[in-house]
């Protein structure tokens, strides 16, 4: 599988529950991109990971969302206390490099927040 | 107001005909744009990319930026109904990537 995979494809849950979004970067990629898109809308940047650690969280909506990489390849976004406005499409990107090297995306979880 | 602000559509084309699909950017340090197209129920995939005014063509698609006025077009010739999907537009490079709203087309046989 030389692509970006996500895990889960769909994910539903309850207002209130917590839940865990997987991605797995294309092997050997070092930047690791977290987005959300919501219907109708272009993915809007929420986290960018160089490695393990996060260069740029500035686009997680608040403290409810949390994202790790520990070993610098597979990335999991966390979300906390989930509110139904959390329902939207959640992206993972990886390129070789942060710049102007291209982000490959993955298909997406789809999470439906009731 | 977005840096990237696009057009959402939807574009209804019969297959042939030329499209025209467009964005404006608000942000004078963009450099660097891409075209992204997303297929229902896909992630986007990398169409195109510039990073200086004027054209670049890639087989029936041509990507312009003009940025004297901040304005990023794509173009796309001879459209096929496997052309129907979303187009998003993005800056690139080392600021934080800023996609517009995409805008969905639908190349009719």
């Known amino acids: 599988g030389a692509g970006v995979s996500q895990t889960p494809s769909n994910k539903v849950t309850e207002k209130g529950k917590y839940v865990e979004l997987r991605c797995d970067p294309i092997?050997?990629?070092?930047?690791l991109y977290w987005y959300r898109q919501s219907l109708g809308q272009g993915p809007e940047f929420l986290i960018y990971?160089?490695?393990?650690?996060?260069?740029?969280d500035s686009g997680l909506p608040n403290d409810r969302f949390f994202a790790v990489r520990p070993e610098g390849s597979v990335s999991t976004l966390k979300i906390q206390r989930t509110e139904r406005g959390d329902s939207a499409v959640y992206l993972c990107a990886s390129s070789s490099a942060r710049g102007t090297e291209t982000q490959y995306f993955g298909p997406g979880t789809r999470l439906l927040v009731l | 107001q977005k840096e990237v602000e696009q057009d959402p559509g939807p574009l209804s084309v019969p297959e042939g005909a030329i499209v025209s699909l467009n964005c404006t950017y608000s942000n004078s340090a963009f450099q660097y744009f891409m075209w992204y197209r997303q297929y229902s129920r896909k992630g986007p995939e990398l169409l195109m990319y510039?990073?200086?005014?004027g054209n670049k063509e890639d087989g029936r698609f041509t990507a312009q930026v003009d940025k004297s006025s901040k304005y990023i077009s794509l173009f796309i010739r001879d459209s096929q109904p496997s052309d129907s999907a979303t187009y998003l537009c993005?800056?690139?490079?080392?600021?934080?990537?800023?996609f517009g709203t995409g805008t969905k087309l639908q190349v009719i046989p």
């Open positions: 092997s050997g990629h070092t930047a």
């Open positions: 993005t800056n690139g490079g080392y600021q934080k990537v800023t």
């Open positions: 510039t990073y200086s005014s």
């Open positions: 990971f160089q490695g393990t650690g996060a260069a740029d």
